[in-house]
């Protein structure tokens, strides 16, 4: 799988001829001012949660390119009353989409979504293609679920969110990598805003000190899983 950050906890995963689009937040985040939505390729567009900085661009994405919204009964519902393609999915759930399958685990954090509708659960997901798995955590506190994780999927790379105030900082992530058993991590959900400012050195310095390879990716970046 290929892995394109487009900033905040937005990406992009290649596999195989699909490509599915992560939490897209590129409109308003003003470090991702070198990305252009109506330039975003879609075939699914998977979200996390209802939060306004984890679906601002998802309707216009998923209009563009006819893709199907993957998410909460409760969000894909709402997608899917618009006149979108959707798949529901709820924690614990599993679903092959045939180049890719995803599996929602839980995530420890709140969602409704910018109207004030019930959005469901918060969810993580773990993306699965080619015979690699990649764990996404959505917003999430630190969870001891995540030891559940390992049990089923051998992790290659996780990608974690670390800016703290909200979710997990760093020191929490680094815990959640030896949750889900994995060495590589990539980090998303920080410094796009003042609450979530991070110091890469430090965090960075953190990780490897503890054997986990960590990349703070800049925006455009693409890592091969
Ligand atoms: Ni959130
Ligand atoms: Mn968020």
Request: charged residues 15%; aromatic residues 10%; negative net charge.
């Amino acid at each position: 799988m290929k892995v394109t950050f487009l900033g905040h906890s937005t990406f992009s995963i290649q596999t195989g001829e699909k490509t599915v689009v992560l939490d897209p937040f590129v409109t308003p985040n003003q470090l991702a001012n070198s990305i252009e939505v109506a330039s975003i390729k879609a075939d699914y567009v998977l979200l996390s949660h209802g939060h306004q900085d984890h679906l601002y661009d998802a309707e216009t994405i998923a209009r563009n390119n006819d893709a199907v919204v993957i998410s909460s009964f409760e969000i894909a519902s709402y997608y899917g009353a618009k006149g979108l393609k959707y798949h529901p999915m709820n924690t614990g759930g599993s679903k092959d989409f045939g180049e890719f399958k995803v599996k929602a685990v839980n995530a420890i954090h709140s969602s409704s979504l910018p109207d004030g509708m019930y959005a469901g659960n918060p969810m993580g997901f773990i993306i699965s293609s080619g015979g690699k798995n990649i764990y996404y955590s959505g917003d999430t506190a630190l969870t001891l679920d995540m030891q559940l994780i390992p049990l089923d999927f051998s992790i290659d790379t996780a990608l974690l969110c670390m800016g703290d105030n909200f979710t997990m900082g760093p020191a929490d992530a680094l815990r959640a990598a030896g949750f889900v058993k994995t060495k590589k991590v990539i980090g998303m959900h920080f410094d796009t805003f003042p609450y979530i400012l991070i110091d890469h050195a430090s965090t960075i310095a953190t990780f490897n000190n503890a054997g986990v390879e960590l990349i703070l990716p800049a925006i455009g970046q693409t890592i091969e899983i």
